[in-house]
């Protein structure tokens, strides 16, 4: 019998009691948690195929040594020369695959390959069954979160070091990215660097405008660290903060503090977002907070769960995500301060460890 992942058995029970008989997933997050590996993904078909009592992979030849190296399951291969159709077809003979459960993130040409072998008669998203499964961390994965973000703390120090009037955005960001990279990380997910006005608008891309005395300057990186990922946001003032952005940044600051501490079990995630909203609203910055206070995280940058209103969904331990309120002043500045938090049996253990004073440089 193959060595069957945890993850991937407690996704076959799921299956069983889902009554689906087939889920299937490309070269995707989902693959990598199932897994515990993710293959070079391009345009060539690749899949993973699980039913309750079985899984099997579809692979091109070219990626078939990699896979044999990280998993026992059968694999059928194909070649570039014969094209996908034959193994894909192999792989499905036999098994029952008229109820569909299929990768959202998977490639639109890999589900009409599965499409036309299983004409199936009914399709649902992956997402289904496994954002349950997902959502909760394991121990490890967890301590490979708090990895990620004593990485992210490193980073931040080193684009903190680079914030200086003339130094570009961009500079600033390449700095985190550097020290992502020397730290060992596998990818720089983002790194954004919003300087003086361009700080109200929490997605600003990260350009040429250079750092000038006077400016707030958020910097919002992460990176993904054996393929967990951080996300951190800490703010620099170069020279006196006004009293109007001290205020601003103390409001911000007590509604990160307020939101991590309301964290533990049987708590809706919609509360954990309302605590953060009422602490700006008291402070007059309520019209100003313009986002949901939270996203979960693990092996990508953004899943459940949302830390938003609406989310009655009940906070369970192993959940991970981050508590980022902000305040955007058009044309002025923006803050945020954002902690990656997950759910102990207890309470709450924020991952990242930055200092929340602000830099003032
Ligand atoms: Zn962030
Ligand atoms: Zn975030």
């Given at each position: 019998m193959p060595n069957i992942p945890p993850?991937?058995?407690?996704?076959?029970?799921?299956?069983?009691?889902?009554?689906?008989?087939?889920?299937?997933?490309?070269?995707?997050?989902?693959?990598r948690y199932l897994l515990h590996y993710l293959p070079h993904a391009d345009e060539r078909l690749c899949l993973l195929l699980v039913w309750s009592d079985q899984a099997r992979i579809v692979t091109p030849e070219l990626n078939a040594a990699d896979f044999a190296a990280h998993t026992d399951l059968p694999l059928?291969?194909?070649?570039?020369?014969?094209?996908?159709?034959?193994?894909?077809?192999?792989?499905?003979?036999?098994?029952?695959?008229?109820?569909?459960?299929?990768?959202g993130g998977m490639r639109a040409d890999f589900l009409l390959h599965l499409l036309q072998v299983t004409a199936p008669e009914q399709v649902i998203p992956a997402a289904d069954l496994l954002t349950p499964l997902r959502a909760r961390k394991s121990e490890a994965e967890i301590e490979a979160l708090a990895r990620a973000a004593a990485q992210a703390d490193r980073a931040m120090q080193a684009a903190v070091d680079a914030c200086r009037p003339g130094a570009t955005e961009a500079e600033v960001a390449w700095a985190a990215e550097a020290a992502f990279r020397k730290d060992g990380a596998e990818s720089v997910t983002f790194t954004l660097v919003a300087s003086g006005p361009n700080g109200a608008s929490p997605h600003h891309n990260t350009g040429s405008r250079r750092l000038a005395p006077g400016d707030a300057v958020v910097i919002d990186i992460g990176a993904s660290l054996n393929g967990y990922q951080s996300d951190i946001t800490r703010m620099?003032?170069?020279?006196?903060?006004?009293?109007?952005?001290?205020?601003?940044?103390?409001?911000?600051?007590?509604?990160?503090?307020?939101?991590?501490?309301a964290v533990r079990p049987g708590v809706p995630a919609q509360e954990i977002d309302r605590t953060a909203r009422r602490v700006l609203d008291e402070a007059g910055?309520?019209?100003?907070?313009?986002?949901?206070?939270?996203h979960g995280l693990g092996l990508e940058i953004h899943e459940p769960p949302w830390i938003m209103e609406g989310n009655t969904e009940p906070l369970a331990p192993g959940m991970v995500f981050s508590v980022e309120p902000g305040v955007y002043l058009p044309g002025e500045f923006g803050i945020r301060i954002e902690d990656i938090v997950a759910v102990t049996e207890t309470g709450g253990r924020t991952l990242t460890g930055f200092s929340h004073e602000l830099v003032v440089k």
């Open positions: 993850s991937l058995q407690s996704l076959q029970t799921a299956l069983q009691k889902a009554n689906i008989d087939l889920l299937v997933v490309g070269p995707t997050a989902n693959m059928y291969r194909w070649v570039d020369a014969d094209g996908p159709r034959r193994a894909l077809s192999d792989a499905l003979a036999g098994l029952p695959a008229r109820r569909l459960a299929v990768d620099v003032f170069l020279g006196d903060p006004p009293p109007a952005f001290r205020q601003a940044y103390q409001a911000v600051l007590e509604a990160n503090r307020q939101a991590r501490a910055y309520g019209p100003y907070f313009i986002h949901r206070t939270g």
